[in-house]
């Protein structure tokens, strides 16, 4: 099939019907399976609810297509565009740039479609004055298919894993133990839930320091500015979509938030928990914050979680405190993850 024939529908997430339903989860488990072979597939349900619940946000905009074959009968490939919405709190920083996403089956492949969709997306972004186009890709296939269009690598991340029938949970009792003796003017919590409204403008200031420290290359995604509204938005869509937020957090004796970690849990995937963001206040370093932190999320996850194998995080190639810790934690490499970014004009004159 050549690209030119291409049947190319827009996926309307709001009034989508069955068969296009269908068609999209199929896609995804195809992708998913291909990501982390061999693993567990999310439930179709657990992947409409998702992306259901992320198109509700007034923050975002979601645009998605699918494509079918000469007949219409089998859809062959799937493409999203993520982008910020003016209620967003960062929009004017990041109003030029857009997030996508392109998956075709494998055995159509190399044959011109990633290529029609992205011309599609990138005459979509023009009209709407977009001007940069980024990607996270995670198979071979995809990275090879980015370099042949000349995209610039923007941020390599890598998915580290930790099983749980590794850990050496002597040791991680002992961190939990003498962040405490350590730090005995300090609070540690952990919940379900967001902290308090004492709390939490505190912890949004932190997780703003925490991003403006981070390694991050030349990637856009990065939020610059959140407000307390959108942590509260952010935290209640992610339990829409299923999921449970550990959140913890240090408090100092004067009220500050010193160090935070927090990760994501859902019914659906009970075999496996997603380690998010950990950062301690620069001022704050030195204390064993961050090893406490980490030693009281995993006990809470051998507590509560005892269908859970193992813990996926994402870390900059570059994070080396991080990944310091996390190796001695025992997480191993998994994938290589890496951003790419486009000119939205050079898409369109290539």
Do not use: C
């Not at 992306?51 to 699918?66: C, P």
């Not at 993520?82 to 075709?104: C, G, N, Q, T, W």
């Not at 730090?183 to 540690?188: A, F, K, V």
Request: glycine share 6%; hydrophobic share 35%.
């Amino acid at each position: 099939m050549q690209a030119e024939t291409l049947n190319i529908q827009k996926f309307d997430i709001a009034t989508a019907g069955d068969k296009q339903w269908d068609d999209y989860t199929t896609l995804a488990r195809l992708y998913f399976e291909e990501r982390k072979p061999g693993e567990p597939l999310p439930p179709e349900e657990h992947i409409r609810k998702e992306i259901e619940v992320e198109n509700q946000s007034e923050r975002n905009q979601i645009d998605a297509w699918l494509v079918y074959d000469d007949a219409g009968e089998e859809a062959i490939a799937y493409s999203q565009v993520f982008r910020l919405a003016p209620p967003a709190d960062d929009y004017e920083s990041k109003k030029h740039v857009a997030h996508y996403f392109i998956y075709v089956k494998k055995d159509h492949r190399r044959k011109g479609i990633g290529r029609q969709l992205l011309q599609t997306i990138a005459t979509d972004l023009q009209a709407d004055n977009r001007t940069i186009m980024e990607s996270w890709v995670a198979v071979d296939d995809g990275n090879a298919f980015m370099e042949a269009q000349g995209a610039k690598i923007v941020l390599q991340m890598q998915t580290n894993r930790l099983y749980l029938s590794d850990v050496d949970w002597e040791m991680v009792e002992l961190w939990a133990q003498e962040g405490q003796e350590r730090n005995p003017d300090t609070e540690l919590f952990l919940s379900g839930d967001l902290p308090s409204d004492e709390d939490l403008q505190n912890y949004v200031d932190l997780i703003m320091d925490i991003f403006a420290q981070m390694p991050k290359e030349d990637a856009s995604g990065f939020p610059e500015i959140i407000s307390v509204e959108e942590e509260k938005e952010r935290h209640e869509r992610v339990q829409k979509q299923g999921y449970t937020i550990l959140t913890a957090f240090t408090r100092e004796k004067d009220g500050t938030i010193s160090a935070m970690t927090d990760a994501d849990f859902s019914d659906a995937m009970p075999h496996l928990v997603f380690q998010g963001l950990t950062g301690v206040h620069v001022e704050q370093r030195g204390r064993g914050l961050g090893k406490w932190l980490k030693a009281a999320m995993l006990l809470k996850i051998r507590e509560n979680y005892p269908d859970a194998q193992y813990i996926d995080t994402n870390n900059a190639n570059v994070n080396a405190p991080m990944l310091h810790i996390n190796d001695i934690l025992g997480f191993k490499f998994y994938k290589q993850n890496r951003t790419y970014a486009l000119q939205v004009e050079d898409v369109l004159n290539s």
